[in-house]
């Protein structure tokens, strides 16, 4: 297993200075944001350490050759947009910027792109999809071809008003990944699991690491803290972030120490990215880099 970061939180780095960083802070691999330039539409979003359209094979040798230098492996790339918006032109754009990613990861020789399924908000799961199948099936087998795993974060983005009422990630339960995968059964369609979701959502975010053992093939080091007296006041339906915060591990309610150990107990051996999103540490960079810091030495006693 390799310990990773998430490079979202380093919005003000470029390229050079992420995988420096990376490497100073004794990281084995990042997961690079791969945003369209300027393309900001929440927090955390709209970051591009690597423009994935601007990658032909000049700009792949050189990123290869600057990451083996610092002893950095790219673990995947990240671009989690909603390409199965209701709104076409959105839609037919997301896709667009999916695929030119998938070929920029085949040119890079990473294995992994990572994002979201999408979901039409206004839909419910049944009718999603059948809209899956009808703009994944080719996404996949474009991926296929250029011998690229899409992998799949389970957030379901329900956190804003304008989220609301489904939200925008169809992938978020045991229950819809066996639709999904019996729908596209394709090897390099896969997971990139974080279990801060499942905590949220009072859902086991252990077990299912042992039925979709062939299916996990990146994770997201994120804790989550839900706010029991805030919960008894709004309830379950209520926005999440009325009742819940993510935080950096060992600040939030995640047992890591069990959930390493179910990724041993599978065997799994692929990249554990950390992820901060937490907005006790977002304020300035020296908050940022104090919040990796600490994320990197509570995971690391499990992780090398």
């Known amino acids: 297993m390799k310990l990773g970061l998430v490079s979202a939180i380093l919005s003000d780095l470029n390229f050079e200075e992420v995988i420096a960083f990376a490497a100073q802070k004794g990281f084995s691999c990042i997961e690079l944001a791969c945003w369209p330039p300027g393309q ?35 673990s995947a790339l990240g671009y989690y947009p909603n390409p199965l918006d209701p709104d076409l032109e959105k839609r037919a754009f997301y896709i667009q910027h999916i695929k030119a990613g998938i070929k920029a990861a085949g040119k890079l020789q990473i294995k992994n792109y990572s994002t979201f399924i999408g979901r039409d908000q206004f839909k419910n799961v049944e009718e999603n999809l059948k809209l899956f199948k009808a703009v994944w099936t080719p996404l996949i087998e474009y991926a296929e071809q250029q011998n690229v795993n899409v992998i799949i974060e389970n957030c379901p983005m329900y956190f804003t008003n304008d989220e609301w009422p489904g939200g925008k990630n169809l992938a978020t339960t045991p229950v819809i990944w066996r639709k999904l995968f019996e729908i596209i059964p394709s090897k390099n369609f896969g997971l990139n699991y974080d279990p801060s979701h499942f905590l949220w959502q009072n859902m086991d975010y252990i077990k299912p690491i042992y039925e979709f053992k062939d299916r996990i093939y990146h994770v997201h080091i994120k804790d989550m803290k839900v706010y029991k007296d805030k919960l008894n006041e709004v309830g379950s339906m209520a926005r999440p972030l009325e009742y819940i915060s993510p935080k950096i591990p060992g600040l939030g309610q995640i047992n890591w120490s069990e959930f390493i150990s179910a990724l041993t107990d599978i065997g799994y051996q692929g990249a554990a990215c950390i992820e901060v999103e937490d907005k006790a540490f977002e304020e300035t960079f020296a908050l940022k880099e104090q919040a990796i810091i600490l994320s990197k030495r509570h995971i690391s006693p499990f992780i090398v």
Do not use: F, P, W
């Open 40 to 74: 900001a539409e929440r927090r955390y979003a709209g970051v591009t350490h690597v423009d994935v359209a601007a990658v032909d094979d000049k700009r792949a040798e050189y990123i290869l050759d600057y990451c083996k230098s610092q002893g950095i492996e790219i």
